[in-house]
């Protein structure tokens, strides 16, 4: 092996690095939900905080970051994001308060935008034909395997309470993989003038970083930060208003000859809207699901933290094993996958709401672990094909803003999703539940998610066939085919 292909696996290790360190921190810490809540003393509304501040101030900011690596060079920006999660990871473990944890959490998704906006232009600067699509494979099945395994990940740091660290240990083992990521990237990332698009991106677009990011933050914050749907309404109003007048002003910069943000004409494409649209309830669901069902768990019947991230162990092979299978499957059946993959979520949903009492049976229902593996494979079939879907139309010059505005979307669903689930959830819980309490909140909130899904089956049936044959293998936007 030559140097400069050692050189490219180890750049492709920092990205491998990061983007686990991100997707860990996602699902991890909604298993150690109820720990938190009773060493900080935080309320159940609170405690949906901790992975919506992180994942709001993430969606909010991957944009921004995505087009700060473009200015001021994709390494320098990687390493110094890298650093920095390093950083608020540490400051969220010693929170000494639900608050501060709250805020630490929203530092923490502005470093790790930082961070993961610049994986995907690295890995194709350091590849190209079938290296590239090599490499994209296991960057996707890299973060896949993260995302499905944290809440497993997080159980099993609870139970070994290393050094008598509890929950914080989540949030400390992002030091040492930081440290490892970032001695990669400052030895083996190629320099900025060898990255493609660095350095022709032109100036920074206040305006436009202001406008979205003010329009992102007034449609998720207000689900949290009300105690109504109806109270919230007016600010989400203004959030949509807001997103509209970035349409607008991007369009306007377009047209001067001026750098833009994101090429709002790829909305103009069936697919690419549709599938977004598909791919924001899928992330949401996904969500809303592992944090519910975490807090019923643990907190209502009394479970250990073991036996949730027991429970994800059969959603994740479910994903897997269909994720392995879907690129034949979409060869052959073309986007009905995708609708077939939201169905089949949908349906194993309902199913888990009408058996939801046998939770509270003594010992876990394993034979409840079917419709968990059809979740993790309705999941897994809507998620590899899906993005192959989207951009198939898409023009080549535009491929850039659809690899910038996919994961967006996928976070801002994921923002939406928990924050939505979660006030639901609490909402129905009175001021002080019993087991029956939890159970009675989880099955309604499964028949939502339930319905969530439906409305993606029908958004997805209405997806562009013949889609497989306008794919090309070697697309780098491959690599947004797994959850940021």
């Keep these: 092996m030559t140097h400069r292909r050692r050189g490219s696996w180890l750049t492709l290790c920092a990205c491998l690095l990061a983007v686990t360190m991100q997707m860990i921190d996602v699902t ?13 003393d935080a309320s159940g509304a609170q405690q949906v905080w901790i992975p919506t501040a992180y994942l709001l101030a993430f969606a909010c900011a991957l944009l921004t970051m995505a087009r700060t690596g473009e200015v001021f060079g994709r390494r320098t920006v990687f390493v110094t994001g890298t650093a920095l999660f390093a950083v608020t990871s540490v400051l969220c473990a010693y929170a000494p308060t639900i608050e501060l944890l709250v805020l630490a959490r929203v530092l923490q998704g ?12 690295i890995v194709t600067a350091a590849y190209s034909g079938t290296r590239r699509t090599t490499a994209f494979a296991l960057y996707g099945g890299t973060a896949g395997l993260a995302g499905l395994a944290g809440p ?9 309470d290393i050094l008598g660290t509890g929950w914080r240990g989540i949030f400390l083992i992002n030091a040492p993989i930081a440290l490892a990521a970032i001695a990669l990237g400052r030895r083996f990332v190629p320099p900025e003038s060898e ?110 933290a073991t036996t949730v ?81 989207i951009v198939a139309g898409v023009e080549p010059h535009a ?52 319905a969530t899904m439906a409305v993606a089956t029908v958004v997805a049936a209405a997806l562009p066939r013949g889609v497989h044959r306008a794919v090309d293998a070697d697309q780098s936007i491959v690599s947004t085919a797994v959850p940021q």
Aim: proline share 4%.
């Design 28 to 40: 991890a810490v909604t298993v150690a939900l109820p720990s938190i809540g009773r060493d900080l």
């Design 110 to 121: 502005l470093a790790g935008a930082a961070m993961s906006a610049q994986t995907v232009a």
């Design 399 to 450: 491929l850039g803003s659809a690899s910038g505005i996919l994961p967006t979307v996928q976070q801002v669903g994921s923002a939406v999703g928990t924050a939505t689930t979660g006030a639901v959830y609490f909402a129905l819980l009175p001021s002080d539940p019993v087991a029956a309490d939890y159970l009675t909140s989880q099955r309604t909130v499964l028949f939502g998610l339930a």
């Design 195 to 304: 990255l493609s698009g660095v350095g022709s991106g032109g100036r920074f677009d206040p305006v436009g970083v202001g406008l979205w990011s003010i329009g992102a933050l007034m449609i998720v914050y207000p689900v949290m930060a009300s105690s109504s749907f109806v109270t919230a309404v007016p600010a989400v109003a203004i959030g949509l208003a807001t997103l509209a007048g970035f349409t607008m002003w991007e369009r306007r910069r377009r047209a001067a000859g001026a750098h833009v943000m994101v090429d709002i004409g790829v909305f103009g494409e069936r697919g690419f809207s549709s599938g977004c649209a598909v791919s924001a309830l899928v992330y949401g669901t996904f969500t809303g699901f592992v944090l519910t069902m975490s807090v019923t768990l643990q907190t209502g019947l009394g479970d250990s």
């Design 152 to 160: 497993a990940i997080g159980a099993l740091l609870l139970h070994l």
């Design 309 to 389: 991230g027991a429970i994800t162990v059969p959603f994740a092979l479910g994903a897997v094993v269909a994720s392995v299978a879907a690129p034949v499957s979409f060869r052959r059946w073309d986007s009905r996958v995708v609708a077939a993959g939201a169905a089949a979520m949908g349906i194993s949903l309902f199913v888990l709401g009408v058996t939801t009492d046998y939770l509270d049976r003594v010992g876990f229902p394993w034979w409840m672990a079917i419709p968990l593996v059809l979740v993790g494979a309705g999941l897994g079939s809507v998620i590899a094909p899906l993005q192959s879907t």
